[in-house]
């Protein structure tokens, strides 16, 4: 008999003994002498018994498991928020199942699919890019499922939150480039359904405005991945000669405006100072190191979860939906 298939009845049957006895001996129960506890333990440990956990869940209608949506995992963004999860996640009793949408809107739907046929107890949910449409959510909450969304929120749906501060961050980031002398600033902008595009790109004009700098049209850029870049060098390269400053909306769009400008005769700061947002490794070692806004992953992470399991140890309260907001912190390097 395979050890990943033993069960109580299996160590019954062996034992010679019941298989409540070995129920109430594997859970320490005082009516149990300690020699037939002993012998129960020992058996068990001997052919790896493992308690059914699908048997367990359907006992507690509860499974103790999360469902995690992210758009990517690669990015240390999404990596650190993952962490500050976990850590809290485990040390409360409860595990992670992890499914990334890849930025895909159909991705999405099947990951919450799949995780609520998991029977998770809870999902935390950063949207993708391409999400327009929410019913996959709605349907989730409508069963009873709490959900708490993180990062990248959907606005339609009534639910707990984290995210950035991401007006206050890119007014920030806008204002130390006007600081240091700079007045004709692109910014290479995530798309505006994304309500951190929307957010990011009001702190950035918001900073134009409070130092009496009009906003050009033309040197917003709808630009926000590494890919996105270098596919439209040449659009940004046009606009360039016209520049002073870049506010990308992440890192990776930053470290990338730079290698592209410098590629063509551009010195970082003084041409052109950069300025991203995340402050993930990259921003240290990219040449030179760059100036970001950090944006406190693995903080979020922890939050996130924390009020999910608020939710899910309290049933039957009445809990208002909380919006957690995390203020980003400037970091000043030499791409400034």
Same mark, same amino acid.
């Given at each position: 008999?395979?050890?990943?298939?033993?069960?109580?009845?299996?160590?019954?049957?062996?034992?010679?003994?019941?298989?409540?006895?070995?129920?109430?001996?594997?859970?320490?129960?005082?009516?149990?002498?300690?020699?037939?506890?002993?012998?129960?333990?020992?058996?068990?440990?001997?052919?790896?018994?493992?308690?059914?956990?699908?048997?367990?869940?359907?006992?507690? /209608?509860?499974?103790?498991?999360?469902?995690?949506?992210?758009?990517?995992?690669?990015?240390?963004?999404?990596?650190?928020?993952?962490?500050?999860?976990?850590?809290?996640?485990?040390?409360?009793?409860?595990?992670?199942?992890?499914?990334?949408?890849?930025?895909?809107?159909?991705?999405?739907?099947?990951?919450?699919?799949?995780?609520?046929?998991?029977?998770?107890?809870?999902?935390?949910?950063?949207?993708?890019?391409?999400?327009?449409?929410?019913?996959?959510?709605?349907?989730?909450?409508?069963?009873?499922?709490?959900?708490?969304?993180?990062?990248?929120?959907?606005?339609?749906?009534?639910?707990?939150?984290?995210?950035?501060?991401?007006?206050?961050?890119?007014?920030?980031?806008?204002?130390?480039?006007?600081?240091?002398?700079?007045?004709?600033?692109?910014?290479?902008?995530?798309?505006?359904?994304?309500?951190?595009?929307?957010?990011?790109?009001?702190?950035?004009?918001?900073?134009?405005?409070?130092?009496?700098?009009?906003?050009?049209?033309?040197?917003?850029?709808?630009?926000?991945?590494?890919?996105?870049?270098?596919?439209?060098?040449?659009?940004?390269?046009?606009?360039?000669?016209?520049?002073?400053?870049?506010?990308?909306?992440?890192?990776?769009?930053?470290?990338?405006?730079? /290698?592209?400008?410098?590629?063509?005769?551009?010195?970082?700061?003084?041409?052109?100072?950069?300025?991203?947002?995340?402050?993930?490794?990259?921003?240290?070692?990219?040449?030179?190191?760059?100036?970001?806004?950090?944006?406190?992953?693995?903080?979020?992470?922890?939050?996130?979860?924390?009020?999910?399991?608020?939710?899910?140890?309290?049933?039957?309260?009445?809990?208002?939906?909380?919006?957690?907001?995390?203020?980003?912190?400037?970091?000043?390097?030499?791409?400034?």
């Amino acid at each position: 008999m395979k050890s990943s298939h033993i069960t109580i009845k299996d160590i019954a049957r062996i034992l010679g003994i019941s298989a409540s006895t070995v129920s109430r001996a594997l859970k320490d129960h005082p009516d149990i002498s300690e020699e037939t506890r002993n012998l129960v333990k020992t058996f068990a440990d001997k052919v790896h018994y493992r308690p059914n956990a699908l048997a367990l869940s359907l006992r507690r /209608q509860k499974t103790y498991t999360l469902g995690l949506i992210i758009p990517e995992i690669v990015h240390h963004f999404f990596s650190s928020v993952i962490s500050g999860m976990e850590d809290l996640a485990y040390g409360e009793g409860y595990h992670m199942m992890i499914c990334q949408s890849n930025e895909n809107y159909y991705r999405e739907v099947i990951n919450t699919q799949a995780l609520l046929d998991h029977r998770v107890d809870g999902l935390l949910v950063s949207i993708s890019k391409t999400t327009r449409e929410f019913n996959h959510l709605k349907t989730a909450l409508d069963n009873g499922t709490p959900i708490v969304f993180f990062d990248r929120i959907c606005d339609e749906i009534e639910s707990d939150r984290v995210l950035t501060d991401d007006f206050e961050g890119a007014r920030v980031a806008t204002s130390h480039l006007i600081e240091q002398g700079r007045k004709n600033i692109m910014h290479l902008a995530a798309p505006k359904h994304l309500l951190i595009g929307k957010n990011r790109m009001k702190g950035y004009k918001q900073a134009l405005s409070n130092y009496g700098i009009p906003f050009n049209e033309e040197f917003l850029v709808k630009c926000d991945t590494r890919e996105d870049v270098f596919s439209m060098q040449q659009h940004i390269l046009s606009i360039a000669p016209k520049v002073d400053g870049i506010f990308a909306v992440n890192d990776s769009t930053a470290i990338a405006a730079m /290698q592209i400008l410098q590629q063509n005769g551009y010195k970082i700061p003084s041409d052109i100072a950069v300025i991203g947002f995340g402050d993930g490794p990259n921003a240290t070692i990219a040449h030179p190191p760059l100036s970001t806004v950090e944006q406190k992953g693995y903080e979020m992470g922890r939050e996130a979860v924390r009020l999910l399991i608020q939710r899910l140890e309290n049933p039957g309260a009445q809990i208002n939906f909380q919006t957690k907001i995390l203020t980003p912190t400037l970091k000043k390097r030499e791409s400034t």
